[in-house]
């Protein structure tokens, strides 16, 4: 077999090797980004405490990764899911209060741990079905109606906690997130349980294969049978799903919920999962690269704040990460092209 090669600024680079690089990009970027951290913090980064808040910080993120992850495989996009999150948030918290807590939105009722919970995912999931019925039957474009659905959530934040804090949670409800199995924090394993869910489903499902049709190219996956307003609002829905989950986690993790709580939370996971290889132009993405995008954008925010770069510095930086991923996404496709 002829082997081949490619010169990059003088340097001979088997084209063997540049495509396994090009193809494990995301996974060679956390590993240089981590290694870069551990040297310039002395190994202090690296600590199990250090990766442990690290860990925990990101866990609740990659449930929205996931769900917008999926939804920008279907050449689609949701700006609503940090203000859903923090309805869902909310939502579940006014059902966690403790009963004697005198400020409780439903002061001196106690509620069974179970309807927080129930409360939090039926927000989500609502939400995520009105988005898919806007988008695939009402044939809005994904920005414009989850543009409109991000103010209604946050709305409907405002007005449900009259603008205040719902604190005083139940120990029982916090340790759902703040409990540790061993050294492994409960948040961890959830995470990894919805990314298992959701990899069968994306690699292992005939609906699967339909939502990369559908992000590769609508018309022809309608040709070949798919109903794609359908799988369409199954996964905003499924999307809305898991952002009520988040909502409950991160409430569970804060001990509180309020109505600033999810605020920016999709700048985060759009940035990640761009950066881990989810492609805007639809059709193409792993439920790994969401996870490896993840804790590449995590890392950056923990060594930012562990090394004491201004969190309004973080903003930029995460605002160029989008444009740049996004960037060097259309420059490869357009060399496919």
Known sequence: ???????????????????????????????????????????????????????????????????VGMIIITKGIDLSLGQVI????????????????????????????????????????????????????????????????????RGFKLIYTQASTLGSLKNEYKVISQGFLGPIPYLLMYVIVAAFIIWLLMN????????????????AAKVSGINVKLQLVKVYLYAGILYGIAGILLSARLGL???????????????????????????VGTVGGMMIGLMTLGLINFGMTYLGVNS???????GGIIILAVYFDMRKHARKD
């Open 86 to 153: 923090g309805l869902s948030a909310c939502v579940a918290s006014s059902f966690a209060q403790s009963p004697d807590y005198a400020s409780a939105l439903y002061a001196g009722q106690e509620f069974a741990i179970w309807l927080p919970i129930v409360a939090g995912i039926s927000v989500g999931a609502l939400f995520g079905l009105f988005n898919g019925i806007l988008v695939a039957y009402g044939n809005i474009p994904p920005f414009i109606a989850t543009l409109g659905s991000m103010s209604i959530a």
């Open 312 to 318: 309004y510095f973080q903003l930029l930086v995460k």
């Open 257 to 283: 919920a309020n109505p600033l709580t999810g605020n920016d939370m999709e700048l985060d996971a759009i940035a990640a999962v761009t950066v881990g290889g989810i492609s805007h132009a639809g059709g």
């Open 1 to 67: 077999m002829e082997k081949t090669e490619t010169k990059i600024a003088g340097i001979k680079i088997p084209d063997r090797l540049k495509q396994i690089l090009s193809s494990h990009t995301s996974f060679i970027t956390f590993f240089l980004m981590l290694m870069a951290l551990g040297i310039m913090t002395n190994g202090g980064a690296l600590r199990i405490g250090s990766l442990q808040n690290l860990v925990v910080a990101e866990a609740v993120r990659g449930f929205a990764a996931l769900g």
């Open 204 to 219: 292992h499902t005939k609906q699967g294969k339909s939502i990369y049709a559908i992000g590769g190219n609508a018309q």
